[in-house]
């Protein structure tokens, strides 16, 4: 029964206590809670698509934590401190000297996970000016963002302006390459020059080939006339056998012999076959034989000779015609080259201007992009503003009275089993009363 007394009595005690202490703190000194409400958004990458996607878990998170550190940065918490709301409370003039380091200790940001919301809440005495203080650092918070947002822009916009200029000045340099080959080329129309060049060449190419068969026919001839002189049958071709045929020395030769011999009968019969005539006449015979033979064999040379040469000569009629065609088609064909030389190197040019014209195109609608997005974006804005608490945040009442009951329970119990066993040394070490 006494435990019971005690542990009720302790539990009766705390309680009370703890409902004087709840009681006399809310009439003094009360603390209240004020919370802002803050929202992160990712970085907007074009002003045509302000609305950045759906993010996911890990993206918000990403952009929450971004953000978290910034909102209780000392930047912002000084630029919280000079507003004009936060310099007209007397939370700040009563000790404006550590107003730094007590709005770092007793401001707290969380961010609530899978959100990209963070939340800044400050606990004090001062029931009317927290909201003050509280919104104070979230508009700072918001002021500062936008700046660091707008610092990165300003640094992607200068990134462009130096990537545009170096390309306009490579587009630059391509275009006076473009205009001194057509200088170079000292042809207005380099492409329809080009083409009749390469008519030319389809044209002159047949003319070659043809040229080419002749000297080759040539060359056969000439061969075949070579080894027709070597076994001798030069004499037998027809236009050599017509010549020696009509060739009037030749012609009177054999007349001349034909008559001797007519007349040799009657001279063997008139003189004798031993006559000295006789011999004489034999020996003018073959003589003229000998003449008519030799002159025979003077005209074939003759003759073969001419057709050797004619032969030779037509062969190098053929071949200068010949060598001259090459020569024009090569000149032709060399400038056909350095013509389609100029029009690869050309078009190539004309690429690279092309493609570099598009990627300044480009860079001149991003910086549109990037001024536009520079006025409008916001990386935090504040989505729920403090207000003035409506009640104390502690001490509480659920909280307090509990406590002080549990503290009276706790104690009593301990109490009740610690008494018995103080009462117990004391008799032991008592000495026994003498009789």
Same mark, same amino acid.
């Given at each position: 029964?006494?435990?019971?007394?005690?542990?009720?009595?302790?539990?009766?005690?705390?309680?009370?206590?703890?409902?004087?202490?709840?009681?006399?703190?809310?009439?003094?000194?009360?603390?209240?809670?004020?919370?802002?409400?803050?929202?992160?958004?990712?970085?907007?990458?074009?002003?045509?698509?302000?609305t950045?996607?759906?993010?996911?878990?890990?993206?918000?998170?990403?952009?929450?934590?971004?953000?978290?550190?910034?909102?209780?940065?000392?930047?912002?918490?000084?630029?919280?401190?000079?507003?004009?709301?936060?310099?007209?409370?007397?939370?700040?003039?009563?000790?404006? +000297?550590?107003?730094?380091?007590?709005l770092?200790?007793?401001?707290?940001?969380?961010?609530?996970?899978?959100?990209?919301?963070?939340?800044?809440?400050?606990?004090?005495?001062?029931?009317?000016?927290?909201?003050?203080?509280?919104?104070?650092?979230?508009?700072?918070?918001?002021? #500062?963002?936008?700046?660091?947002?707008?610092?990165?822009?300003? +640094?992607?916009?200068?990134?462009?302006? &130096?990537e545009?200029?170096?390309?306009?000045?490579?587009?630059?340099?391509? #275009?006076?390459?473009?205009?001194?080959?057509?200088?170079?080329?000292?042809?207005?129309?380099?492409?329809?020059?080009?083409?009749?060049?390469?008519?030319?060449?389809?044209?002159?190419?047949?003319?070659? &080939?043809?040229?080419?068969?002749?000297l080759?026919?040539?060359?056969?001839?000439?061969?075949?006339?070579?080894?027709?002189?070597?076994?001798?049958?030069?004499?037998k071709?027809?236009?050599?056998?017509?010549?020696?045929?009509?060739?009037?020395?030749?012609?009177?030769? /054999?007349?001349?012999?034909?008559?001797?011999?007519?007349?040799?009968?009657?001279?063997? #019969?008139?003189?004798?076959?031993?006559?000295? !005539?006789?011999?004489?006449?034999? +020996?003018?015979m073959?003589?003229?034989?000998?003449?008519?033979?030799?002159?025979?064999?003077?005209?074939?040379?003759?003759?073969?000779?001419?057709?050797?040469?004619?032969? /030779?000569?037509? !062969?190098?009629?053929?071949?200068?015609?010949?060598?001259?065609m090459?020569?024009?088609?090569?000149?032709?064909?060399?400038?056909?080259?350095?013509?389609?030389?100029?029009?690869?190197?050309?078009?190539?040019?004309?690429?690279?201007?092309?493609?570099?014209?598009?990627?300044?195109?480009?860079?001149?609608?991003?910086?549109?992009?990037?001024?536009?997005?520079?006025?409008?974006?916001?990386?935090?804005?504040?989505?729920?503003?403090?207000?003035?608490?409506?009640?104390?945040?502690?001490?509480?009442?659920?909280?307090?009275?509990?406590?002080g009951?549990?503290?009276?329970?706790?104690?009593?119990?301990?109490?009740?089993?610690?008494?018995?066993?103080?009462?117990?040394?004391?008799t032991?070490?008592?000495?026994?009363?003498?009789?």
């Amino acid at each position: 029964m006494k435990t019971l007394g005690i542990t009720i009595l302790f539990l009766v005690a705390f309680t009370v206590v703890a409902a004087i202490v709840t009681a006399t703190w809310l009439q003094v000194a009360p603390w209240y809670t004020c919370t802002a409400i803050l929202e992160a958004s990712s970085p907007v990458r074009s002003a045509f698509e302000p609305t950045p996607a759906e993010l996911t878990k890990d993206d918000q998170k990403a952009v929450a934590a971004r953000y978290f550190s910034l909102a209780t940065a000392e930047p912002v918490l000084q630029t919280a401190l000079a507003s004009p709301e936060v310099r007209a409370t007397t939370w700040l003039q009563n000790s404006p +000297g550590d107003a730094l380091e007590r709005l770092t200790n007793g401001l707290s940001c969380s961010v609530p996970p899978g959100t990209s919301i963070i939340t800044l809440s400050m606990t004090g005495e001062h029931k009317t000016e927290l909201p003050d203080i509280v919104n104070a650092v979230a508009f700072a918070a918001v002021q #500062r963002s936008a700046e660091i947002a707008n610092r990165e822009q300003q +640094g992607r916009i200068r990134q462009f302006r &130096s990537e545009q200029t170096s390309l306009a000045d490579t587009r630059d340099r391509i #275009r006076a390459d473009k205009a001194k080959l057509m200088r170079d080329a000292q042809i207005p129309d380099v492409t329809g020059h080009t083409n009749v060049l390469t008519m030319d060449l389809q044209q002159i190419a047949p003319q070659v &080939s043809a040229l080419e068969l002749e000297l080759a026919q040539a060359d056969q001839q000439l061969q075949l006339f070579r080894r027709q002189i070597q076994s001798g049958d030069i004499a037998k071709l027809p236009a050599v056998l017509q010549t020696m045929e009509f060739d009037p020395s030749i012609c009177a030769l /054999e007349n001349a012999l034909l008559n001797m011999r007519a007349r040799l009968p009657a001279m063997e #019969r008139k003189y004798g076959p031993k006559s000295q !005539k006789y011999i004489e006449y034999v +020996g003018s015979m073959e003589s003229m034989q000998k003449e008519a033979d030799a002159k025979r064999q003077e005209l074939l040379q003759a003759q073969v000779n001419s057709i050797v040469a004619n032969t /030779e000569a037509n !062969k190098a009629t053929i071949l200068g015609r010949l060598t001259e065609m090459r020569q024009k088609y090569r000149m032709i064909d060399l400038c056909v080259r350095d013509l389609r030389a100029t029009l690869s190197a050309y078009a190539q040019l004309e690429e690279q201007d092309k493609t570099l014209t598009d990627q300044i195109n480009r860079i001149d609608s991003r910086l549109v992009d990037l001024r536009i997005v520079l006025t409008e974006y916001m990386p935090l804005q504040v989505m729920e503003l403090a207000g003035t608490p409506l009640e104390p945040s502690f001490p509480k009442w659920s909280v307090m009275v509990p406590a002080g009951a549990g503290t009276g329970l706790v104690l009593g119990l301990l109490v009740s089993l610690i008494m018995p066993l103080v009462r117990r040394r004391r008799t032991t070490a008592e000495p026994p009363a003498s009789n």
